[in-house]
């Protein structure tokens, strides 16, 4: 039910499931596992799997911590979105390559939580997306160690969970469902 006019199809999107994102990230091997479900779940149904790889100052573009990790490969033709900033629609081509796919709602899936994550799930609802967060499949590394205060991982991600399932606004949608029960 978004407001996105004249669409209704879904994607399925794997934010920054990077080498070195995810080489400290929380439950890493059951993320990864979940979201690699996810993709064949996706790729079955006929629904458009989208790739994000980020890049900066401290993770350098065509790196091998760049590469998405080895248990995820994306398959031809499927949409590889390079990004700079933690929201995906910043500075991108996504946008229009919704529009191009007709979807109206995007499943996120990947990390940093508490980052691109979070910058996506938020710039897609205030764009008019329905935005689905796969409760179980996103996570985080601690950062407690380096800023004072930082929740744990698990906590930071049962946090996102809680108020993303919460959020409210006319015209969309804001879920959060398990991998094992969403559907395509």
């Known amino acids: 039910m978004s407001t996105i006019a004249d669409r209704s199809g879904s994607v399925l999107?794997?934010?920054?499931?990077?080498?070195?994102?995810?080489?400290?990230?929380?439950?890493?091997?059951g993320v990864v596992s979940r979201i690699s479900s996810l993709v064949d779940g996706a790729r079955a149904a006929g629904t458009p799997v989208i790739w994000v790889q980020h890049s900066d100052e401290e993770l350098e573009y065509g790196?091998?911590?760049?590469?998405i990790v080895d248990e995820l490969v994306p398959a031809d033709g499927e949409v590889i979105i390079e990004?700079?900033?933690?929201?995906?629609?910043?500075?991108?081509?996504?946008e229009d390559v919704l529009a191009g796919l007709k979807a109206s709602e995007i499943v996120v899936t990947g990390?940093?939580?508490?980052?691109?994550?979070?910058?996506?799930?938020h710039g897609g609802f205030t764009r008019g997306y329905d935005m689905t967060l796969i409760?179980?499949?996103?996570?985080?590394?601690?950062?407690?160690?380096?800023?004072?205060?930082?929740?744990?991982?698990?906590?930071?991600?049962?946090?996102?969970?809680?108020?993303?399932?919460?959020q409210k606004a006319p015209g969309r949608t804001a879920r959060v469902v398990s991998a094992s029960h969403m559907t395509f």
């Not at 790196?63 to 590469?67: A, I, K, N, V």
């Not at 990004?83 to 996504?94: S, V």
């Not at 499949?137 to 993303?164: C, F, K, Q, R």
């Open 135 to 166: 409760g179980d499949a996103h996570s985080t590394i601690d950062l407690s160690e380096w800023i004072e205060g930082v929740p744990t991982p698990e906590s930071l991600m049962a946090h996102t969970n809680a108020y993303w399932g919460n």
């Open 83 to 94: 990004k700079l900033w933690g929201d995906t629609f910043e500075g991108t081509n996504f």
């Open 13 to 29: 999107l794997v934010i920054d499931v990077q080498q070195e994102v995810f080489a400290d990230a929380y439950d890493r091997d």
């Open 63 to 67: 790196s091998d911590g760049w590469r």
């Open 111 to 121: 990390g940093q939580t508490d980052f691109c994550v979070r910058s996506t799930l």
